[in-house]
């Protein structure tokens, strides 16, 4: 389900915090779904425990998981409650983010806001 690559510059931790957040837009993770517990995914993906309780803790501190004592890790069964001032700071720090990506690519605008269209649809679609 999800794919790191040790060679990517990015950390691991933050490699998986991506997939389970695109499995989640993607709708393969279900609100109130549980998710592999730690020692699962770590073994399956040959990391340390630590780096996955840390991508589930990030995750959780944002609202898109939650712990239940004595259960498990669930998807959250609605989205995080943020102030629109807050979601403006993130969605802002995402979009510099992916607006550095595309000029270091060579990228237009055009073609930079075309792709970010196309990818938002495609999970919108899905998720539905």
């Known amino acids: 389900m999800i794919h790191i690559n040790p060679s990517n510059a990015q950390p691991i931790w ?8 695109q499995l989640v ?11 592999p517990s730690v020692r699962e995914l770590a073994k399956e993906l040959r990391v ?3 780096t996955i309780s840390k991508a589930y803790r990030r995750l959780t501190d944002e609202g898109i998981l939650e712990v239940r004592r004595g259960e498990g890790t669930f998807v959250s069964t609605s989205p995080p409650s943020l102030s629109n001032d807050d979601r403006q700071k993130r969605l802002t720090h995402a ?3 992916y607006a550095a990506v595309a000029i270091t690519l060579g990228a237009a605008a ?3 806001i075309d792709c970010l269209q ?11």
Not at 14 to 21: A, D, L
Not at 30 to 35: I, Q
């Open 95 to 97: 979009a510099s983010n």
């Open 110 to 112: 055009s073609e930079a």
């Open 48 to 50: 340390n425990p630590a």
């Open 118 to 128: 196309q990818a938002y649809s495609e999970i919108d679609e899905v998720s539905r």
């Open 25 to 35: 837009a993607r709708g393969v993770l279900l609100p109130a779904s549980s998710v």
């Open 14 to 21: 933050s490699q998986i915090e991506e997939g389970v957040r």
